[in-house]
């Protein structure tokens, strides 16, 4: 079986094109829209990858993926955003985050990292 995406974005029609994109590269993904929905999600269905807005409504993305990451280790997390500072990549790196993608980005930039990080967790977010 191949990797299995959560996508955890408010905005519901970003999250489904780039779960359409995904399918069309044969990588099953789901997406909540809050913080709640993705913990309960991940809570019923084993997932390899996270992959986070940072501005999502009543919890930041870092949290989230700090709360991911405590709960399910074996998960890689990857934070994105359109209006990202140096200071989330600092905070997304201390919380143990692979990537942080800037949006828009190419469906194929997001295959290929999935691609590079799939299985264990295998290195985090380097400054």
Do not use: W
């Amino acid at each position: 079986m191949g990797q299995r995406i959560l996508i955890v974005d408010d905005e519901k029609s970003f999250a489904f094109a780039v779960r359409k994109l995904l399918a069309s590269h044969n990588i099953e993904a789901d997406f909540a829209e809050t913080a709640n929905e993705a913990m309960l999600m991940l809570s019923r269905k084993r997932y390899d990858v996270t992959l986070i807005d940072l501005h999502l409504p009543c919890v930041r993305g870092i949290e989230l993926a700090r709360m991911v990451l405590s709960k399910y280790p074996h998960i890689n997390a990857l934070l994105m955003s359109g209006s990202g500072t140096i200071d989330d990549y600092l905070d997304a790196q201390m919380t143990g985050v692979m990537d942080f993608i800037h949006k828009p980005f190419e469906i194929n930039f997001l295959v290929k990292m999935l691609g590079e990080i799939a299985g264990p967790a295998k290195g985090k977010l380097q400054v």
